[in-house]
DNA sequence: TCCGTTGTTGAGTCATCGCTCAACAAATGA
DNA sequence: TCATTTGTTGAGCGATGACTCAACAACGGA
């Protein structure tokens, strides 16, 4: 896949001049999990470079700078399954309870996953950061801050709806829902397994309006 | 100076040669905050220096290396109100359910107060570490993991009292406090208000046992 | 065939990182 | 008074950070 058009299975515009030699998408997905693993500022261009088999100067012609290369990979991320199940459960589930049950479970689930560094990347790879990258720190806060208010539209529509009653608080419930879904990152990546994620998940669900 | 027994109000043993010309705890405080507000890594030490108004080589010379300035700077959190509020809600309510209450309401208060950095120093110095500084991660990465553990005990504790039902998860719920606990220190880093997060207090306590 | 374009290579830029050292300054004990 | 001890100072160490540049290599178009 690719961001618009990149060197993607579907190709891009022909290129004059010497073709690359390195998978595009490739040293993509390696950028991806590095900086899932060890976050932005952690995780050297050295690093990647070396991880991806190309010299820095190819990175650079390839992906602009180390703030490009991260923005990419975090649509990346985003549009991997690992990282849109909360998009896809909100748009595919039919009611509100049924989508934020799926997200807990997912999350539980996914973030707890050997096959792939823990937690998720958009939550955790920015944390800590130098005055001179706060941009990147500001742009995934403002990711995960637009999550918060997909949540509260969801919810909203559901107040609409009649599923739930006028009366619920839809900005408290997308914040605690938010807040629960970082907390599962963060437990998993100091080592909770998919098991306990899951039951923290169960729980998490109780405060739906009306209860258990 | 001294690692166990500080020059912490109660002064320490006399000192022969040149006296401290900076009062360490205040020097301590300043790296609280620094810390507290970027992490380990992005708090530079030429940063701890200036904001204290000290040499690189006064700082060495009083607390050894970044790393042991941060283990202490840990301990002072931990000791201040701030970094304290869950030990001692634990300590003092008579009931699991009153402690866990007062946390999560404490939790929303303090994490949010405008008057220090935002979050927990905790749960948020160190989640993006290079390799080298990789022991500093896991030091607070236990520190959270106790942190769970001391939740478990308490619930234990209320399972023999009688105050939960013996088929309570107390693993699972000792996991789902501290994700919500944490999820709460993200969710003031990244701009919620102290009345936002009191509300997701309270919807948090509705996994009680019992329900609401 | 030769030109223009693009990518790779290896060396190297400058800034900053954590940290140290020799010289000097200020205290105590004899 | 003077030796000892401890702290401060200013300069600077070696390593690593992100990033760049000139030379060379591989392609398409004319």
Redo the contacts with the bound molecule.
């Keep these: 896949m690719g961001i618009s058009g990149y060197s993607c299975g579907m190709s891009e515009a022909?290129?004059?001049?010497?073709?690359?030699?390195?998978d595009r998408d490739a040293a993509l997905a390696t950028a991806v999990r590095l900086f899932w693993e060890r976050g932005f500022?952690a995780?050297?261009?050295?690093?990647l470079t070396t991880a991806m088999g190309?010299?820095?100067?190819?990175?650079?012609?390839?992906f602009g700078?180390?703030?490009a290369l991260f923005r990419e990979a975090v649509e990346v991320y985003g549009r991997s399954p690992v990282g849109a199940f909360v998009a896809e459960a909100l748009a595919e589930e039919e009611t509100a309870r049924g989508a934020f049950a799926r997200i807990l479970r997912d999350a539980a689930r996914i973030y707890a996953d050997p096959s792939h560094p823990a937690g998720c990347l958009a939550i955790s790879a920015a944390t800590n950061v130098?005055a001179q990258d706060a941009e990147v720190a500001a742009f995934l806060r403002d990711v995960r801050n637009a999550g918060v208010a997909a949540f509260e539209d969801r919810l909203n529509r559901a107040k609409k709806d009649g599923e739930l009653p006028a009366e619920a608080d839809a900005p408290a419930l997308a914040s605690y829902f938010t807040a629960v879904v970082q907390g599962l990152s963060q437990r998993a990546r100091d080592g909770a397994t998919a098991e306990e994620l899951a039951r923290v998940a169960e729980l998490a669900l109780a405060a739906w309006p009306g209860g258990r």
Excluded: M
């Design positions: 022909r290129t004059r001049g010497r073709p690359r030699t390195f500022e995780t050297s261009v050295g690093e190309i010299r820095p100067a190819s990175l650079y012609a390839a700078d180390k703030k130098t």
